[in-house]
């Protein structure tokens, strides 16, 4: 079992920055990838980025060049950097945790909301 909690999310304007935070509890050995989602009021859930036990990210086209994944293996926990917002960012933002052989485990999200 691994625990999931986010934190970081709130309001900014549009050009602004947040950061968000995932810390992770429990078989957190067993975590090989972590990613950020979200979810726009009405739509599916999406992945923003992903980031492997060794480091490995991947991006969806819509972030590259905005949003940084980063992770502290030493403090379980991973990071999504957001620059530059813009108001189609707003959502609520996952973090997900795939743990082998275990599945994937969600945390309870956070809301990020961007002003025009």
């Known amino acids: 079992q691994v625990q999931l909690v986010e934190s970081g999310g709130g309001l900014v304007q549009a050009g602004g920055s947040l950061r968000l935070s995932c810390a992770a509890s429990?078989?957190?050995?067993?975590?090989?990838?972590f990613g950020w989602f979200r979810q726009a009021p009405g739509k599916q859930r999406e992945l923003v980025a992903d980031?492997?036990?060794?480091?490995?990210?991947a991006y969806a086209d819509s972030v590259k060049g905005r949003f940084t994944i980063s992770r502290d293996n030493a403090r379980n926990a991973v990071y999504l950097q957001m620059n530059s917002l813009k108001p189609e960012d707003t959502a609520v933002y996952y973090c997900?945790?795939?743990?082998?052989?275990?599945?994937?485990?969600w945390g309870q999200g956070t809301q990020v909301t961007v002003s025009s």
């Open positions: 997900r945790a795939y743990a082998s052989p275990y599945g994937h485990y």
């Open positions: 980031i492997s036990s060794s480091g490995g990210t």
């Open positions: 429990g078989s957190t050995s067993s975590v090989n990838v």
